[in-house]
Nanobody, 128 residues
Framework: QVQMVEYGGGSVQAGGSLTLSCVLS????????LGWFRQVTGKEREGVAV????????YYADSVAGRFTISHDDVRTTLYLQMESLKLEDSAVYSC?????????????????????WGQGTQVTVSS
């Protein structure tokens, strides 16, 4: 059974940093597009960043580009999201996701229906 479990959420002051981890188990798709999404209650889930595990290509939402870094550890089958210079508006439930497709697509990566496996989410709260 494929599972994705997030770790590292919590509370942080604005301007601070936080790193999220997502451990994949039972995943056998080989090269794949993995990503982080976030959702605020009452709003649609939005794409934050994705990475192609084969090529290392990454895509970021404009709102986080330059502040967040997505990476993948093939050995530990772990996906990371390093978040710096956090803002109040970064507060959300962050979820990792996996697509069976080897490419993320610059124009389609934000669409949630491309991802077949999801973690349960971890809360990130940024306070002033």
């Amino acid at each position: 059974q494929v599972q994705m479990v997030e770790y590292g959420g919590g509370s942080v002051q604005a301007g601070g940093s936080l790193t999220l981890s997502c451990v994949l188990s039972g995943y056998k798709y080989g090269d794949s597009c993995l990503g982080w999404f976030r959702q605020v209650t009452g709003k649609e889930r939005e794409g934050v960043a994705v990475i192609e595990t084969g090529s290392g290509t990454t895509y970021y939402a404009d709102s986080v580009a330059g502040r967040f870094t997505i990476s993948h550890d093939d050995v530990r089958t772990t996906l990371y999201l390093q978040m710096e210079s956090l803002k109040l508006e970064d507060s959300a439930v962050y979820s990792c996701a996996a697509s069976g497709k080897p490419y993320c697509s610059a124009t389609l990566w934000r669409y949630t229906d491309r991802y077949t496996v999801w973690g349960q989410g971890t809360q990130v709260t940024v306070s002033s």
